[in-house]
């Protein structure tokens, strides 16, 4: 399948518009096609793209556009969250997610790496292409992980120094090269809080793409150690007894479907 952006002919049915990490709704539905196309007539947008596939069209809007006429705005996460509960959305979280890091890869991927030509969509795939040496470049995945750590009824939580600094929230980090993503767990768990974990279980994975990341969900157990935060990542870290939890992150991102139990 191919990424298509150069006609407004489009013959799809489904219209995601989105704003930084926010998704437009009207009604608390998906726009319907006139909205977007207004948006376009308008260069209300950055990028736009269709999946003639997959029967969707995805914009971008300028980070300063305002909502279009009679429309709302929601972030991204809340969305997923609500796609398993409100029929007017139902199922379209995964296309969503799709769509966003479409176009997070569209806006980041737009030189050849190797002779550094400008690239464009390729004909045949979901990737772009580089016409002078004819490199195909394809979306690429950032896997990274998150893990509940507990201790009996306590989970263990943090705040960050440096974002979301007011919510308590799993230790998550990206898998380095060569890592297991079970390495991964400790070596984050350790470096962040100097807490030593066993018994690490896969939960569940979610798409994130935020800009570009597959996370990968744990439970593990507390095995050993004292607290010791990393200073300049971490603002502070606690034992917190499950039943009474500080604030934590909103509905639909994957550290709150950890902690409330979403992925069992
Ligand atoms: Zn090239």
């Not at 007011?166 to 898998?175: K, P, W």
Request: glycine share 6%; aromatic share 10%; charged share 25%.
């Amino acid at each position: 399948m191919a990424m298509i952006s150069n006609q407004m002919n489009l013959f799809c049915e489904i219209h995601f518009i989105f704003r930084e990490n926010s998704i437009i709704l009207k009604d608390g539905h998906l726009p319907e096609e006139r909205i977007m196309r207004r948006c376009l007539e308008l260069s209300a947008a950055s990028d736009w793209f269709a999946e003639i596939e997959y029967n969707y069209s995805a914009i971008m809007l300028e980070k300063d556009e305002p909502n279009p006429a009679g429309c709302t705005d929601i972030p991204l996460r809340e969305f997923f969250y609500r796609t398993s509960k409100d029929h007017k959305i139902a199922n379209f979280g995964s296309l969503a997610a799709r769509a966003m890091g479409l176009l997070n890869f569209r806006k980041n991927k737009r030189f050849c790496a190797k002779c550094g030509t400008q690239l464009v969509d390729d004909e045949c795939f979901t990737a772009r292409t580089c016409p002078t040496c004819k490199t195909v470049f394809f979306p690429q995945l950032e896997p990274a992980m998150i893990v509940l750590v507990s201790k009996g009824d306590d989970y263990l939580l943090a705040r960050h120094a440096q974002r979301n600094t007011d919510v308590y929230t799993c230790l998550a980090g990206f898998i380095e090269i060569g890592e297991t993503a079970e390495q991964a767990v400790k070596r984050e768990n350790y470096e962040e809080t100097g807490i030593k974990v066993k018994n690490i279980r896969y939960v569940a994975s979610q798409a994130w793409p935020f800009p570009d990341q597959l996370m990968l969900a744990f439970r593990a157990e507390y095995e050993s150690g004292e607290i010791k935060i990393q200073e300049d990542e971490i603002k502070e870290a606690a034992w917190f007894n499950k039943k009474d939890l500080p604030k934590i992150p909103g509905p639909g991102s994957v550290a709150y479907n950890l902690i409330t139990g979403v992925f069992g």
